[in-house]
């Protein structure tokens, strides 16, 4: 009995998160800190809650204070309204849940609990806010981190310039690549059979050329005349 009163108690250290959905598609979205202890709205973009398409009973509206249980959300008078929990559905909000004061209703947002307040193609989606405590000032261990990931993000540009290219390597560079090339240039005369170097023609060999481009030898008679 215990255990269930307190699951359903608001955490009231927390802050609060507001979702606009048009249709399906999500418009705005609004996030409040624990400092804020109550959120107004009204159709205005200077408003705390600059909220539209609903009917609002006065401007601005009470949407939402702080109190010792947690945060109550007062609800605009024609919005349809839906609750659900981690991981579960949405369903109706029962008239047991609601408070009515004055003729006006309200819920009481408990810790993992989301609210969906529908009307016409508008939905408001109310939770608590996913950080519920401030950030804390920074400690010594913390300035620690951060020297030492100063230094080694100051110690990258020095070590590129202490390591890195001088004239000495890129001619070096560069004459490994010459090198490299001249060995592919090689491999490839080798494969064509060009590696062998050319030798000088002998006169026999010439002789032999220079009959064969002469032609088959012709008897010509002593007496054939030619003008």
């Known amino acids: 009995m215990l255990t269930r009163e307190m699951s359903t108690?608001?955490?009231a250290d927390g802050g609060l998160y507001f979702e606009l959905y048009w249709g399906e598609n999500l418009a705005e979205a609004w996030s409040y800190g624990r400092e804020q202890t109550r959120v107004h709205a009204a159709p205005d973009e200077k408003a705390p809650l600059p909220l539209y398409g609903f009917t609002l009973p006065e401007e601005p509206f009470l949407m939402a204070e702080r109190t010792e249980r947690g945060w109550r959300i007062h609800l605009p008078p024609k919005v349809q309204v839906e609750h659900k929990q981690r991981g579960?559905?949405?369903?109706?909000?029962?008239?047991?849940?609601?408070?009515?004061?004055?003729?006006?209703?309200?819920?009481?947002?408990t810790d993992g609990m989301t609210l969906r307040l529908t009307e016409g193609q508008l939905s408001l989606l109310v939770q608590g806010s996913v950080v519920k405590e401030r950030v804390g000032p920074l400690q010594w261990k913390d300035m620690g981190w951060l020297a030492i990931v100063g230094l080694l993000f100051l110690?990258?540009?020095?070590?590129?310039?202490?390591?890195?290219?001088?004239?000495?390597?890129?001619?070096?560079?560069?004459?490994?690549?010459?090198q490299l090339a001249a060995e592919k240039e090689a491999a490839r005369r080798k494969a064509m059979g060009l590696d062998t170097p050319m030798r000088p023609i002998t006169d026999a060999e010439r002789e032999q050329q220079q009959a064969a481009d002469a032609g088959p030898e012709v008897n010509i008679p002593a007496s054939f005349r030619m003008r």
Do not use: C, M, W, Y
């Open 9 to 11: 108690k608001a955490k």
């Open 88 to 109: 579960d559905a949405f369903t109706a909000v029962p008239d047991s849940q609601r408070v009515q004061d004055q003729g006006r209703a309200s819920v009481t947002l």
């Open 155 to 178: 110690s990258l540009p020095v070590g590129f310039l202490i390591a890195g290219p001088t004239p000495e390597r890129a001619a070096e560079s560069n004459a490994r690549a010459l």
